[in-house]
């Protein structure tokens, strides 16, 4: 008879571990899933951030043709003062 209750006694436990165990893994599940969205919106964000890379060079040559002018300018100005 005590071979009995200690088997059943064995058995809760397992149960209760088993349960405990399959509660961490729902909410580790959970956490992954909320910080995989949170990594897809993160790319979708870098996506749109760099979607305009293309107009780069363009913008550098037009900053360079202005800061040319300035200085013809800066130039020109110089010669006029003296």
Request: no cysteine; aromatic share 4%; glycine share 4%.
């Amino acid at each position: 008879m005590t071979s009995w209750w200690v088997a059943v006694i064995a058995g809760f436990v397992v149960v209760l571990a088993v349960a405990a165990l399959l509660s961490v893994l729902i909410v580790l599940v959970r956490v992954i899933d909320r910080r995989v969205v949170a990594v897809r919106d993160t790319l979708a964000a870098a996506a749109a951030n760099t979607a305009s890379t293309s107009l780069i060079p363009e913008t550098a040559s037009r900053v360079d043709a202005v800061l040319a002018e300035g200085l013809e300018h800066h130039l020109f100005l110089g010669r006029a003062r003296t």
